[in-house]
């Protein structure tokens, strides 16, 4: 897990123990930014949300399917932050997907070096330049 800001964390891929752990560290909701059968053996989505279900999670799923985002990912991401309970956990398969996406929809609220920064503190080398759709 790489905290961002005090308000959101990435991490790679989750399995239903891990959402039991995330609510055990004190986050409220989960963002997963990864398609379902990305990879093999990977946990479908619907099976992690009966999970944070169970556990009193909010969960959303915001799937991009590479690492160039587009822009209405970014807003569907930045509206996700503005109106999920806080502390959010995003994860994909690396946590890459899920740093641009915090990063990008940042931009305009935080100065691009603070994001970069951010982003960097925590292990990602991240493009903020805007792709269009």
Partial sequence: MKRLDNQITVTSQLTPVHLQQAKELGFQSIICNRPDN?????????????????????????????????????????????????????????????ATLWAKSQQGHLDDKTIMQCCQDAGYQINLERTHE
């Fill in 38 to 98: 990305e990879e093999m053996g990977q946990p479908n989505f619907q099976v992690l949300a009966d999970e944070a279900g169970k556990l009193g999670l909010s969960i959303h799923h915001l799937p991009v399917n590479s690492p160039a985002v587009a822009d209405h990912e970014i807003q569907a991401f930045k509206n996700c932050l503005d109106t999920t309970p806080k502390p959010i956990l995003a994860f994909c398969k690396t946590g890459t997907r899920a």
